[in-house]
């Protein structure tokens, strides 16, 4: 439990829920009655305040727009049967976003503010979590340098926010993903393993060309030989190959230390695989697939959860599958759903109730 923070609360007056369904809402369009704002300066954060989801008001010279010290989280809520709201893992959100925070020359966001801002936030506005399958309440925590100064250094002040979104299922059908050999994410000594805005904006054009030529997402190599695979956009992957289940090692610092990476290695245990992170080469995938041994390809992400990847392309090669008779990828999404909606026990002490 974090200590209870003691901060300003301004409450809406109409609830925009009256106006809109929550079923079936696309990822990240629209968002809860409330946010929660802080700022750092002069060493300290001050003015943590929840008040009603707004405009930021800022000067065009904000560092962040121009230099990227920009961070953020992708976190879920889940709403149960009997109505009990619970957030899944943020505890480990909340260190990896520190993490990031330090890797990106930015000051740490303390616990409380995070955590208990958080639960705060959610407690409000938690009409807006859905109870449908599939569907939860997406938390968005970011900060971003606010010194309205363009000099390149790291800023004297920022603002620490969480705005909140429902949202329904991310990708719905199984995706294909080419595997990119000419553009790089992630190389070891840069920022792969941190959330930061740059990596996402840096992956936009290798995924529109890889949508230009019919596919959903790249799946990155590594900088120098384009061999060793990294992660899919927006999720880490995993293979199942005979009975193990492989996925990417983090030993380099170029792959995003995924929260649901990490809880499916823990579901895929309990469910009898052996669990290996190692280097993987396109090269070693291939000749599994060539061996009849590559059986599933799927991602794992908050957003995303767990995606099935029907159509892997490396230059010529092309590895189909036929998801509809996977066995694993599905019941590793259902054993994890069950979980997070309150169907199967949290063995794994996950849950973080509101
Ligand atoms: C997430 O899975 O939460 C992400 O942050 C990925 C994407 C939506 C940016």
Known sequence: MTAALDINITKVETSKLLDMTLENIPFGRYFTDHMLEADYENGEWKNVEIKP????????SVAALHYGQA???????????????????????????????????????????????????????KNWVPSMKDHSLYIRPFMFSSDPVIGVKPSESYKFMIILSPTGPY??????????????????????????????????????????????????TDAFEH???????????????????????????????????????????????????????????????????????????????ISLIKELRYKDYVMHFDTDKWKTAPELKQRLNDIREGRAADTHGWMYQV
């Open 53 to 60: 989801y707004q405009p930021l008001l800022l000067e065009p």
């Open 227 to 305: 061999k060793y695979l990294q992660e899919v956009g927006t999720m880490n992957v995993f293979f199942i190959i005979g009975n193990t289940a492989v996925t990417p090692s983090l030993e380099e610092g170029t792959i995003l230390a995924g929260v649901t990476r990490d809880s499916a290695m823990t579901v895929l245990k309990d469910m009898g695989f052996e669990v290996i992170e190692k280097k993987i080469s396109i090269e070693d995938l291939m000749d599994a697939h060539r061996a009849g041994i590559l059986y599933e390809v799927f991602g794992t992400g908050t957003a995303a959860t």
């Open 71 to 125: 961070i953020f989280e992708g976190i879920k809520a889940y709403k149960d049967k009997d109505g009990n709201v619970a957030i899944f893992r943020p505890q480990d959100n909340f260190k990896r976003f520190n993490i990031s925070a330090e890797r990106m020359q930015m000051p740490v966001v303390p616990e409380e503010i995070f955590m208990e801002g958080m639960r705060m936030l959610i407690d409000l506005d």
């Open 171 to 220: 990708y719905t059908a199984p995706m294909k993903i080419y595997v990119e050999e000419k553009y790089t994410r992630a190389a070891p000594g840069g920022v792969g393993f941190s959330k930061n805005a740059g990596n996402y904006g840096a992956s936009m054009l290798a995924t529109a060309l890889a949508k230009k030529a019919g596919y959903d997402q790249v799946l990155w």
